[in-house]
């Protein structure tokens, strides 16, 4: 054996220097395998976005209340990995002569809504021909899943 490691103090630093060793391919080996371990995966089927909207003279403010994102329609289904973020857009056609306000948007659990194009709470001036794009927070579990977005228009 090389001559720093006899006694007891060599022993020591032998110990010390095998503990670190070992420590520093954990620590590797836990790094590869989080940066390329396969991540879950979930398919979004598609779902519904439900405007909460009155009517006018010209029919329904925003246009129809209720938007169908099915199967070949909007992109879905939609295979994306376990609580990521995907958006959907949604033509806002305004069919009122005055304005109204896009107060709130929530998705129905386990989806959450993160956010809008538009910071709410936003106006909608006659007028308006423009998709409102609203971006959803996918569940954590692996599946299949339809989602459920309201949309509160005042």
């Known amino acids: 054996m090389i001559t720093i490691f006899r006694g007891s103090r060599g022993r020591l630093r ?13 620590v ?5 395998f989080n940066q390329y371990a396969p991540t879950a995966s979930l398919t979004v089927t598609g779902g519904v976005v439900h405007i909460l909207e009155g009517q006018g003279s010209h029919g ?7 938007r169908n994102f099915t199967a070949g329609s909007g992109g879905f289904p939609q295979t994306i990995n376990v609580g990521s973020i995907f958006s959907i857009a949604v033509m806002i056609t305004t069919t009122d002569v005055t304005s109204h ?12 809504f ?41």
Do not use: K
């Open 60 to 66: 329904w403010w925003l246009g129809p209340p209720e």
């Open 14 to 26: 032998l110990y010390i220097i095998a503990i670190v060793a070992v420590v520093v391919g954990l």
């Open 114 to 154: 993160d956010h809008a194009n538009a910071a709410l709470p936003c106006a909608v001036p006659p007028g308006t021909d423009d998709n409102l794009v609203i971006t959803i927070h996918a569940p954590g579990g692996s599946g299949s899943y339809a989602f459920n977005v309201t949309v509160q228009v005042e």
């Open 101 to 112: 306000t896009i107060s709130s948007i929530s998705a129905a659990a386990p989806f959450s």
């Open 28 to 32: 590797l080996v836990a790094v590869y």
